[in-house]
């Protein structure tokens, strides 16, 4: 699995969008870029995936740079249960290697 | 749809006391299965994984060992605990086979060995 490096934390304004990088240079051409997050006390949640394209579904958005060495996870409007660590995996296989993350405070 | 059951969510346990944990999996077959652990404050350590029943890949030595009876059931153990072995218990799955799928966390069971 390619190497992902995140910012260990970051704030944002609830309602406001939710950017959160990642960079994972290293990644191979058969390796998806997924992003998981976990509340505190709970498993972590699967949000979303992608190979080359941007993605999106109704949690979030996945924005992949044409050169795939990095990621961008958007929660277009977040609230304050968006509050959690933020996993940004890329992988070829399962089962998933688990960083350090980004913990993501959203603040009223 | 699939849904991921374990239990208990929550135990303590005393040191040297055996262990057992449980994970099912419903709505799906030929899961792949995998057991993680997070120690307080740190990041998820895979322990475990199953392609298929009978099928155990370790991936840390530890006190622990897995089982999977059954095609939807994923046991931990332990015939004896220590206290590092305290720490939250996740079960996940995946769909089997070839290609690349996202794994799907269970409740997790949190453990305090005493």
């Known amino acids: ?37 976990q509340i505190h006390s709970q498993g972590p949640q699967y949000i979303i995936h992608g190979l080359k394209n941007n993605e999106t579904n109704e949690m979030a958005s996945l924005i992949i740079t044409e050169d795939r060495k990095s990621s961008t996870l958007i929660l277009p409007h977040a609230t304050l249960r968006d509050t959690a660590v933020y996993y940004c995996i890329a992988s070829g296989n399962t089962p998933l290697v688990f960083g350090k993350g980004t913990r993501l405070s959203v603040i009223a | 749809s699939q849904t991921i059951h374990q239990w208990p969510a929550t135990l303590v346990q005393p040191v040297g006391s055996p262990l057992s944990l449980e994970c099912t999996v419903e709505g799906t077959s030929n899961p792949n299965l995998y057991w993680y652990r997070q120690a307080a404050g740190r990041g998820l350590q895979l322990l475990f994984y199953s392609v298929g029943i009978g099928q155990i890949s370790s991936e840390v030595p530890q006190n622990l060992s897995a089982s999977r009876p059954q095609d939807r059931q994923f046991i931990l153990s332990s015939k004896k605990l220590l206290l590092s072995d305290s720490g939250f218990y996740l079960c996940a799955w995946s769909p089997g086979g070839q290609g690349t799928y996202e794994q799907y966390f269970g409740p997790g069971t949190r453990l305090t060995v005493t």
């Open chain 1, 1 to 37: 699995d390619a190497k992902t490096t995140q910012p260990p934390s970051m704030d944002c304004a609830e309602g406001r969008a939710a950017n959160l990088p990642c960079n994972h240079s290293t990644i191979s051409g058969n390796e998806y870029v997924y992003w998981y997050r």
